[in-house]
């Protein structure tokens, strides 16, 4: 028997995952976190394992996982089109089968699970900004369908389950997040354009640079996922989880500059495939329902990310000299 509440987290060591293990630890829960460190490492959590309340499986979600939870938190998943399209079959079974293992788990204890999904599932949208009831618009077999379609099959899933066994399901997707813990190399344009400012390597600007991204600050992410999840459980999503204020690529490359006092230069590369043109999320539904906004502004949460990288940097001897 326990008393506490005791939460899985799967892609518990990942950047977003590392975060909501610490909040959830912080507010007293217990916390297993499941991970196969496909695209992490332990040292995200390595602070976390002196605590008796943390413990870490080493599993992958794509195989049945039998334990005793009070609420289930899906994150497993590459994220990154980078990792993501590394192994596009693995990205499908995580999103499908991982989400059918974590769901079966959900129903066998009939406990509430969130699901992170993503922006992705509106593609390049000829809607904008985008709300909770638009459709999308994907290439369902192009480069980035892995991790589309994949999150769009593991949402279906999620309301297929609600509606043929009562589960309570929370589905939210999560607009571009940064902040510390995010992969130096995992080709995110937030780690990348720090990463090359600090160490004074051209920023590489995909296209022309007028391409749109709105980023949330990872504290603000995390206390929206805690509120969805806790309250009214009748609410299933989806839920538009991200921060509005929307700024071009070029936009971005000269905040870091101006942050960093980088001397590095911008050189625009070729745009990837489908790279979707705009992104910004219509967070209406959020804010009626749990009185939420972004607090941390763009300029502050980019000085936060950039003191982690900075450390990274000095402790790992990166530095160029
Ligand atoms: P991340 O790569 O840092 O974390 C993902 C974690 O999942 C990693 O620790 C990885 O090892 C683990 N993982 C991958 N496949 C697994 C498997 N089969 N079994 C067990 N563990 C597995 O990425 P993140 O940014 O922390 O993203 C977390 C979740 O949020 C993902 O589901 C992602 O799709 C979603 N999301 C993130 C963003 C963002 O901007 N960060 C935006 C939209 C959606
Ligand atoms: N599952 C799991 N842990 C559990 C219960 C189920 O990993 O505690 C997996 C199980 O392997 C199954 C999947 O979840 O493949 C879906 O479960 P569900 O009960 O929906 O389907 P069924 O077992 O009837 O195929
Ligand atoms: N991008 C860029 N330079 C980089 C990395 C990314 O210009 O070094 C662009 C990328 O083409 C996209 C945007 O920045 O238009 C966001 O890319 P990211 O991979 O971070 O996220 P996503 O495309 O999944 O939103």
Redesign the pocket.
């Known amino acids: 028997m326990h008393l506490r509440k005791r939460v899985l987290v799967?892609?518990?060591?990942?950047?977003?995952?590392?975060h909501l293990c610490e909040r959830l630890l912080l507010e007293g829960c217990e916390v297993i976190c499941?991970?196969?460190?496909?695209?992490?490492s332990r040292q995200?959590i390595e602070h976390l394992l002196p605590n008796p309340r943390f413990e870490l499986i080493r599993?992958?979600?794509?195989f049945p996982l039998y334990v005793e939870v009070d609420e289930i938190y899906?994150?497993?998943?590459?994220?990154?089109p980078i990792?993501?399209q590394h192994d596009p079959v693995?990205t499908i079974?995580?999103c499908v089968h991982?989400a059918i293992n974590m769901l079966g788990l959900a129903k066998r204890l009939r406990i509430p699970i969130f699901q992170?999904?993503?922006?992705?599932v509106y593609g390049d949208p000829d809607v904008h900004p985008q709300p909770e009831s638009y459709w999308g618009n994907v290439n369902p077999i192009g480069h980035r369908s892995c991790?589309d379609e994949g999150?769009r099959c593991a949402e279906s899933l999620f309301f297929a389950y609600h509606r043929q066994h009562g589960l309570p399901i929370k589905v939210g997707?999560?607009?571009?997040?940064?902040g510390p813990?995010?992969?130096p190399n995992?080709g995110?344009v937030v780690s990348n354009f720090i990463m090359q400012a600090l160490q004074g390597k051209p920023i590489t600007i995909y296209g022309d640079g007028s391409q749109t991204r709105s980023f949330?600050y990872v504290d603000d992410l995390v206390e929206l996922m805690l509120r969805f999840m806790r309250n009214d459980h009748e609410f299933c999503g989806p839920l538009n989880m991200g921060n509005p204020g929307e700024f071009t690529i070029l936009e971005l490359a000269r905040r870091v500059i101006q942050l960093t006092g980088s001397s590095s230069e911008i050189s625009f590369l070729p745009l990837p495939n489908d790279d979707p043109k705009q992104r910004r999320p219509d967070i209406s539904l959020a804010k009626i329902q749990y009185g939420w906004e972004p607090q941390i502004k763009l300029f502050d949460g980019l000085d936060l990310t950039c003191d982690y990288f900075k450390k990274q940097l000095a402790s790992e001897g990166l530095r160029e000299k």
């Open positions: 799967t892609g518990g060591s990942g950047f977003l995952g590392s499941v991970d196969n460190f496909f695209t992490s995200n599993h992958d979600v794509t899906n994150l497993a998943c590459p994220a990154s990792h993501y693995q079974k995580t991982g992170a999904s993503t922006s992705e991790y999150k997707r999560l607009f571009n997040t940064y813990r995010m992969h995992d995110r949330c």
